[in-house]
């Protein structure tokens, strides 16, 4: 079974609607491969598929066999037949997908009639995409100006009507993959939507007023953010990996639940799972010209079976406008105390390593982590790097500033937060990972927002704790 996130009512109590109560109609014109993404889709989401053509009754049968085109008083019957498999399915647990043109809005309205808890996924194409589609079909004729006449009936849907269109000018497997993260979404403002990203790897776009973000839905992992009428504030390695469970080399990596390499289990995936775990979109709104994002993850069989057995639930809430807000809430729902650390390991990008500064840890004590073994410092003015630097201070909430020395300064403050880490790998770091470009350690620095080592965070029982980022530039 398939366990999708489906109309959250809110962040702390989203609703799990199983796949099985899933009832879909994928819809759209002749040769927009209803059928094949259709029972593509059933197949991923392990529920049954059926297509429409095999519901239709015996009269209809008799009048295409004779050529006679179906009028609408025909079709109602077939609609409701239609209608009614999905409700069904829905009543029963099973799920439905059933692949029908839907092509008008009045047979959509029939359908939902008998199914009110349908969804449309519209396979949208423009005419030469379809006729090209159709062009390579060869058991499958369709001469142009039907084609055309499909295109002039389709009613598009909505936008109170429930379901979405999905481009279908992209391969058939990116299709499927963006309609079952679709299915798995909120509603969505017009500011925000669903698409496969790189490597096949679902991705939630913003556009607002303020701010443009994506954010993969692989470790709730933000990629990208530019301020409106500024430029990209965030650094990604051009030679990152981009594949199911293995981490995307900048952005913001989301550390949880620990820090670095496990000391007691060094086969553990270093920074712990949450960036390498699927997370779920529960909510996305726009709030002013902020458009706010809600994440969730929650306990696994397999985040049990790994090195941190918890029950928990993280909710994490990106904010993207002139600012973003990167904020961490987890709560403990096991029945015992739980320790863990975080972080939200944020990749500067900086024109010249050479000329940033960072101000704001004057006189504050670090552990150096190149270090054998890991000694004290503690610099006077603000940081400057030459050289690999790893650092972790303890015990502050210090607004970090960092002026990159070509007129942009970069503030990050931070809530509920103990611990801060500096990190650029310098040369022979950066030639030694295979995900980070040989010269690109000189355009990035992470200045994160973490609680690691001593400022772990200790929850009792139903207690949770937040630790928050704001950036700016
Ligand atoms: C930093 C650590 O936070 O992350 C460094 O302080 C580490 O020691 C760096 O090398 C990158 O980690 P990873 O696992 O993404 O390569």
């Known amino acids: 079974m398939q366990s999708l996130n489906l109309d959250p009512t809110g962040p702390t109590a989203p609703v799990q609607v199983s796949a099985e109560a899933l009832q879909v109609v994928v819809m759209g014109v002749s040769g927009s491969g209803k059928s094949t993404i259709g029972a593509l889709l059933a197949h991923s989401l392990e529920i049954p598929f059926l297509d429409a053509d095999g519901l239709h009754p015996q009269s209809n049968i008799v009048k295409m066999a004779g050529g006679v085109p179906l009028t609408d008083d025909d079709r109602w019957p077939w609609l409701a037949l239609v209608g009614e498999a999905l409700a069904d399915a829905g009543a029963a647990g099973t799920g439905l997908v059933i692949a029908c043109s839907a092509l008008k809005r009045v047979y959509r309205e029939a359908i939902l009639q008998a199914a009110p ?27 142009p100006a039907l084609l055309r006449s499909q295109l002039a009936t389709l009613e598009e849907l909505q936008a109170d009507e429930p379901g979405f269109a999905v481009d279908i000018d992209q391969p058939v497997l990116d299709v499927v993959a963006e309609s079952v993260a679709r299915l798995a979404a909120p509603a969505l403002p017009a500011s925000v939507w669903i698409a496969v990203g790189r490597g096949g790897l679902p991705v939630v776009r913003v556009d607002g007023a303020a701010g443009a973000a994506e954010v993969y839905l692989q470790g709730a992992h933000v990629t990208s953010w530019t301020p409106s009428g500024g430029a990209p504030v965030l650094w990604m390695s051009a030679v990152s990996d981009f594949a199911p469970g293995r981490p995307l080399r900048g952005g913001v990596p989301l550390c949880f639940p620990w820090f670095g390499a496990l000391a007691a289990d060094p086969a553990a995936p270093g920074h712990g799972f949450a960036r390498l775990s699927s997370w779920h979109l529960v909510e996305a709104g726009e709030q002013g010209d902020d458009v706010v994002l809600v994440f969730r993850l929650t306990d696994s069989d397999e985040t049990r079976s790994s090195a941190w057995p918890h029950r928990f639930e993280a909710l994490y809430t990106v904010t993207v406008g002139a600012r973003l807000g990167l904020s961490l809430r987890v709560r403990n729902l096991d029945t015992t105390t739980v320790t863990f650390e975080e972080a939200l390991h944020t990749y500067l990008g900086v024109p010249d390593i050479h000329d940033v500064t960072v101000s704001g840890f004057e006189g504050l004590p670090y552990l150096d982590r190149l270090a054998v073994p890991q000694e004290q410092g503690s610099d006077d003015g603000p940081v400057s790097f030459s050289s690999e630097t790893d650092r972790i201070y303890l015990g502050t909430d ?3 500033r960092v002026s990159d020395g070509a007129g942009r300064t970069v503030t990050i403050t931070a809530e509920g937060s103990a611990s801060r880490i500096l990190w650029n790998p310098w040369t022979a770091k950066a030639a030694a990972m295979a995900d980070f470009g040989d010269d690109e350690w000189q355009a990035m620095l992470c200045v994160e927002t973490a609680n690691v080592r001593d400022d772990a965070i200790t929850l009792a029982p139903g207690e ?8 700016t530039a």
């Open 117 to 143: 808890n349908v969804r449309f996924v519209h396979l949208a194409g423009s005419l030469e995409v379809l006729g090209n589609r159709l062009e390579g079909r060869s058991e499958h004729f369709m001469p």
């Open 398 to 400: 210090a607004d970090a």
């Open 464 to 471: 949770s704790h937040t630790m928050s980022a704001v950036i």
